[in-house]
C-alpha cells in the first residue's frame, strides 16, 4: 500500500484576525483557525486516490495547539493519521522557514509516493510553499493540478499552465500543488465524528524535527514584513428623510451641484 501525506493549513477565520505589533506576524495561537479552502480541495484528491487505490493517507500540519480541533476534523472525512508539527521556535516562520520545517517533517514520514498541498493558503497568497518544499526534498514540483490520477501504477495530472491546459505523467515521489477547483468534497464520516474526543494527533516539535532555530522562526526567516496595518473605511454617505417629492427635488438639486445636470 502507498502512503500520501496531504500538507494543510490553519488560517484564521475572517474577523478574528490578530496581529503581533512587534514582530508584524500573525498571532494564530490566539484567532479561530480554518481549514485553508484550497487545503480541503487536496484533501478530496488524496481522499480519491486512496478510494481508487487504497493508498494511506497522512494529514499534517505546521502550527500552534489550537489547531488541533481542525485536524480532528480532518481525521473525520477519512484520512489514516495526523500529525501536528508544533513548536515555540517555528512561530514566525515565512514561506522559506516553513518550507524548511516541512521538508524535514516529511523526511521523518518516508517513504511516500506523493506530497499534495494547497497551491496558496487565503492568508498569505505567495504560492511558494509547494516548490520551495519540493526543491528542498529534491523532489519533482507538480503545481497548479486540477486533477489526479493512478492509472497502471503511473500517476497522471491535468494541470494549468499559460497556454491552457497539459496532461503530464510523472514520476514518484513528487510535491503536487492543487488548484481549488475540485467540483464535489465529502462529508465527515458521522461515525468518526462521534469518536473524536478520543483522536489527537502525533505532535512533532523541534526536538524530533532536529533543525537549527537560525533556520527556523524569526531568525530564519528572510522575509520580514516592515509594517501591518488596518484598513480603514470612511463614510462619505448622507441620509436623506422626507416625503418623496422633496426628496426628488433635493437629488436634483445635488446632482445639478455635482455637475451632473445641467
Known amino acids: 500500500m502507498g502512503r500520501i501525506v496531504v500538507c494543510i493549513k490553519g488560517v484564521p477565520k475572517p474577523g478574528t484576525v490578530k496581529v503581533d ?65 508544533s513548536d515555540k521556535a517555528f512561530a514566525g516562520s515565512d514561506t522559506l522557514a516553513t518550507s524548511r520545517i516541512l521538508a524535514r517533517a516529511l523526511s521523518l514520514l518516508s517513504p511516500f509516493d506523493l506530497v499534495i498541498m494547497g497551491a496558496r493558503s487565503i492568508d498569505g497568497e505567495t504560492g511558494q510553499v509547494p516548490p520551495e518544499t519540493a526543491s528542498l526534498l529534491n523532489l519533482p514540483s507538480i503545481t497548479y493540478v486540477k486533477e489526479l490520477r493512478f492509472v497502471d501504477g503511473k500517476f497522471i495530472a491535468i494541470r494549468e499552465d499559460d497556454f491552457g491546459e497539459e496532461e503530464i505523467e510523472f514520476p514518484s515521489p513528487a510535491v503536487v500543488s492543487i488548484t481549488p477547483e475540485i467540483d464535489y468534497v465529502r ?76
Open 21 to 85: 505589533k512587534e514582530t508584524h506576524t500573525l498571532r494564530r495561537e490566539s484567532a479561530e483557525l480554518i481549514l485553508n479552502p484550497p487545503d480541503r480541495s487536496a484533501l478530496e484528491v488524496a481522499l480519491r486516490l486512496k478510494d481508487q487505490a487504497n493508498f494511506e493517507v497522512i494529514a499534517i500540519s505546521m502550527g500552534p495547539p489550537n489547531m488541533v480541533p481542525v485536524l480532528q476534523k480532518v481525521y473525520a472525512l477519512g484520512v489514516d493519521d495526523i500529525y501536528l508539527i
Open 187 to 262: 462529508p465527515p464520516s458521522l461515525k468518526r465524528l462521534l469518536s473524536l474526543k478520543d483522536v489527537n494527533p502525533k505532535v512533532l516539535t523541534n526536538a524530533e524535527l532536529n533543525l537549527d532555530e537560525a533556520d527556523i522562526g524569526l531568525s530564519g526567516s528572510p522575509t520580514q514584513v516592515a509594517d501591518v496595518f488596518e484598513k480603514t473605511l470612511v463614510s462619505r454617505g448622507e441620509i436623506f428623510e422626507g416625503e418623496p417629492d422633496e426628496l426628488a427635488e433635493k437629488l436634483i438639486e445635488i446632482l445639478k451641484e455635482k455637475g451632473f445636470l445641467a
